[in-house]
């Protein structure tokens, strides 16, 4: 199923192999309620998966990084509109994000599955188009030099994480706007840059 814009009632359907994810609304309206609709303005986050939403820790296996819930549960009713562009097939991405009970937080999933790859800009501007904003309202986050280039490719300002492992040198050469090295900093650092930041200033270790 292509990704479509979403209205309240909200049944969010993601392609799982045959299988339809309907994901219902009230997970979205609790959150969003009546501010949830194409062209409301809201900022918008969007996401790399492997190294941004999931990082692989030292037994092999993926996990979120530490605050991620918590952040995400913060900016939902702020509001902000999070979504995710990731080379991983749309099952991989799936199985991941529902593997954490993460799926409900996302507006929509751009794939491998869904058009050109990064750091070609069509994910992030069909994400943008859908959620109904413009790139002055959006930000790119993601771990490797392509989404760095992802983001400034479709005008939008990239935002750089190193808790993967990735070079905040390298990011910064790659065009990010910003790099952080914990989810902490990073809401930070967006809830600045949308002027939603409330409370004490929060170090940016990159």
Not at 64 to 90: F, K, N, Q, Y
Not at 138 to 144: K, S
């Amino acid at each position: 199923m292509a990704l479509r814009p979403v209205s309240i009632p909200i049944f969010h359907c993601l392609k799982q192999g045959k299988r339809l994810l309907s994901v219902p609304d009230f997970q979205y309206n609790g959150r969003w309620g009546r501010h949830f609709r194409a062209g409301c303005g809201m900022p918008l986050v969007v996401f790399d998966l492997e190294g941004t939403i999931f990082v692989r820790g030292q037994d092999g296996r993926y996990a979120a990084p530490e605050g991620l819930r918590a952040c995400l549960d913060a900016w939902a009713p702020s509001p902000v509109l999070c979504a995710i562009a990731t080379r991983a097939s749309r099952r991989r991405a799936l199985v991941a994000l529902n593997s954490q009970n993460l799926t409900a937080y996302f507006l929509a999933l751009m794939t491998a599955d869904d058009g050109p790859s990064k750091p070609h800009p069509f994910g992030l501007e069909r994400v943008m188009a859908e959620a109904g904003t413009r790139p002055d309202e959006t930000v790119m986050v993601g771990d490797t030099d392509d989404d760095m280039i992802f983001g400034r490719n479709a005008g939008v300002l990239p935002i750089g994480v190193t808790w993967s492992g990735a070079s905040s040198t390298a990011l910064t050469h790659a065009g990010a706007g910003a790099v952080v090295g914990s989810v902490q900093a990073l809401r930070h650092q967006v809830e600045t840059h949308f002027g939603l930041a409330r409370g004490p200033e929060v170090s940016h270790d990159a």
